[in-house]
Nanobody
Framework: AQIVESGGGFVQPGGSLRLSCAVS????????MTWYRQAPGAQRESVAA???????VYAYSVRDRFAISRDNAKNTLFLQVNSLKPEDTAVYYC?????????WGQGTQVTVYS
């Protein structure tokens, strides 16, 4: 499967973005879809994940600010990012995990500047 993220950009603190992750195959059977991010010089970290049945979990640092969702009909994963902070600056990646494979996208840059 091919994965393409989009929606990143430059925003001021407090701003919002909606990140999208388009998958080239049906996602209805994909067990878990996850958003990761990687800041310069830091390790990649999990931000939010959503199961096939819609159960979502979040990293503590983004809880109450970010919202993950999936549209199985459009084979797309979303991440609504609100109340952005400079420390949210990173490349955001989408990962799709099946029973036998893991697929990654190329990432989309989010930059929060003052």
């Amino acid at each position: 499967a091919q994965i393409v993220e989009s929606g990143g950009g430059f925003v001021q603190p407090g701003g919002s973005l909606r990140l999208s992750c388009a998958v080239s195959r049906s996602i209805s059977s994909i067990r878990t879809m996850t958003w990761y991010r990687q800041a310069p010089g830091a390790q990649r970290e999990s931000v939010a994940a959503i199961s096939r049945c819609g159960i979502a979990v979040y990293a503590y640092s983004v809880r109450d600010r970010f919202a993950i969702s999936r549209d199985n009909a459009k084979n797309t994963l979303f991440l609504q990012v609100n109340s952005l902070k400079p420390e949210d600056t990173a490349v955001y990646y989408c990962k799709a995990s099946t029973a036998s494979n893991t697929y990654w996208g190329q990432g989309t840059q989010v930059t929060v500047y003052s």
